[in-house]
Nanobody
Framework: VQLVESGGGLVQPGGSLRLSCAASGRAYSNYNMGWFRQAPGKEREFVAAIRWTGGTTYYADSVKGRFTISRDNAKNSVYLQMNSLKPEDTAIYYC???????????????????WGQGTQVTVSS
């Protein structure tokens, strides 16, 4: 699976952005998808994930209620709608894919073998 993110940029605090991740390769619809982010000097952290069925989503506490993950298997794409952005959301955002992800592991970056190149999100006035 190859992943390409887009949609990052510079936005003011309180603003919104929508990230997209386009996947290529077979059987995309069978993969669980996640978004992670990495700020300078920090480890890569979990942001959100969605099961391959699209029926179950997971969020980090820091983004719950502000970010929404969704997927369109017909378009081989996953999205991250980010609202009420804060300066602390500034990071490189990565899309990732994984097959089997037992309960409790889908938030673990080490579970994901496929990664995109990342897209920069900067929240600043």
């Amino acid at each position: 699976v190859q992943l390409v993110e887009s949609g990052g940029g510079l936005v003011q605090p309180g603003g919104s952005l929508r990230l997209s991740c386009a996947a290529s390769g077979r059987a995309y619809s069978n993969y669980n998808m996640g978004w992670f982010r990495q700020a300078p000097g920090k480890e890569r952290e979990f942001v959100a994930a969605i099961r391959w069925t699209g029926g179950t989503t997971y969020y980090a506490d820091s983004v719950k209620g502000r970010f929404t993950i969704s997927r369109d298997n017909a378009k081989n794409s996953v999205y991250l709608q980010m609202n009420s952005l804060k300066p602390e959301d500034t990071a490189i955002y990565y899309c990732a894919a994984t097959g089997y992800a037992p309960l409790g592991t889908i938030t673990n970056k080490d579970r994901y073998p496929y990664w995109g190149q990342g897209t920069q999100v900067t929240v600043s006035s």
